[in-house]
C-alpha cells in the first residue's frame, strides 16, 4: 500500500470516529467538543498544533513522496490545512468567536446529525479513495 494511500486511510478513520457522535447524541458531542477544544484559547492554541502536526504534516510529507495528479492535490490541501492551522495558533481569538457562533447557529439536533452523517460519508469516501483509487 503507498504511503499516500495510508494517510488517506488515516483521514478517512478520523473523520468517521470524531464524527459519529454527531450522529449518536448531537448536542452531548458539541458540549464535549466545546469543552475540550474551544473553551480557552489556549486549547485552541493546542487543538492548532496537533492539527499541523497530525493532519497536515502526513499530508504534505507522504505527498512529496508520491508522483501524479492526485499528490499534487493532496500536496496542496496539506498546505491549506497547514496555513489554517498556522493561522489558528497565531490569533485563536477570531477562531474562537467564529467556533462559537457557527455551534450556535446548527445547534438543532437534525441539523447536527446531517453534518454528522455528511462528515461519516466523507471519511468513508477517504477510505474509498485510499483502497480503490491510490
Known sequence: MEPVAIVMAYLGAFYVVFRVPLLVAPEAAVAFERRLMYATT?????CGGLGLLLYAAPLIVTARQAQGDVALWIEVFGWFVAASMVWL???PGPWKR???FFWAAVSDPPLLRA???LSVAFGIFLGWVAFFVL
Do not use: N
Open 42 to 46: 489556549r486549547r485552541l492554541r493546542i
Open 89 to 91: 495558533i497565531a490569533v
Open 98 to 100: 467564529f467556533l462559537e
Open 115 to 117: 453534518m454528522g452523517a
